[in-house]
């Protein structure tokens, strides 16, 4: 079983950053891929992004892509999202993901990710 603790999130306002953390437990880290989602209220989770744990692919929503970026680092089990540009529409709780599977790197977005943290809250005001 492997548990992850996002951190990161807060309340900033619109065109400002925000750089979320996942903190996973499993030593074999480097074996997963990653993904984060979001949700807000009334809405479905959506993907955001997602590196794979192959060849380090990255994947993101249309919506993010050019503000947001993933990273990972290995050795401390951590998997990042740097937000820039912020719009109140990022507003959500947002959900760090991993799975050890593989799977091809145009499923990042759409793979059924086997572990999932407990989100933190990103609030951008306009």
């Known amino acids: 079983q492997v548990q992850l603790v996002e951190s990161g999130g807060g309340l900033v306002q619109a065109g400002g950053s925000l750089k979320l953390s996942c903190a996973a437990s499993?030593?074999?880290?480097?074996?997963?891929?990653l993904g984060w989602f979001r949700q807000a209220p009334g809405k479905e989770r959506e993907f955001v992004a997602a590196t794979s744990w192959s060849d380090r692919s990255t994947a993101y929503a249309d919506s993010v892509k050019g503000r947001f970026t993933i990273s990972r680092d290995n050795a401390k089990r951590t998997v990042y999202l740097q937000m820039n540009s912020l719009k109140p529409e990022d507003t959500a709780v947002y959900y760090c993901?991993?799975?050890?599977?593989?799977?091809?790197?145009?499923?990042?977005?759409?793979?059924?990710?086997?572990?999932w943290g407990q989100g933190t809250q990103v609030t951008v005001s306009s």
């Open positions: 499993t030593r074999s880290f480097s074996s997963y891929a």
């Open positions: 993901a991993a799975d050890d599977r593989y799977f091809p790197p145009d499923a990042l977005g759409t793979h059924e990710y086997d572990y």
